[in-house]
């Protein structure tokens, strides 16, 4: 696993308090991996013609991704 991934899993570990079951964990495990696809796509969202193409949104709402 990378470090990105790895930092990702830690984030992950624990909900509140205490550690997560695991459901919760591969739950929000997921979430944010969607966010930090999303906000990579920001990183490198480009113009078409002045208007940007929202690939954020769009993958945040493809996984049911709250903002």
Not at 27 to 36: D, H, P
Not at 55 to 65: L, M, T
């Amino acid at each position: 696993m990378n470090q990105l991934l790895e930092q990702l899993k830690t984030q992950a570990e624990f909900v509140g308090d205490r550690y997560a079951l695991p459901d919760e964990f591969a739950e929000k495990f997921a979430e944010l991996i969607v966010q930090e696809c999303a906000e990579f796509a920001d990183e490198h969202n480009s113009e078409v013609e002045g208007v940007t193409l929202g690939i954020s949104k769009a993958i945040k709402q493809h996984f049911g991704v709250d903002e």
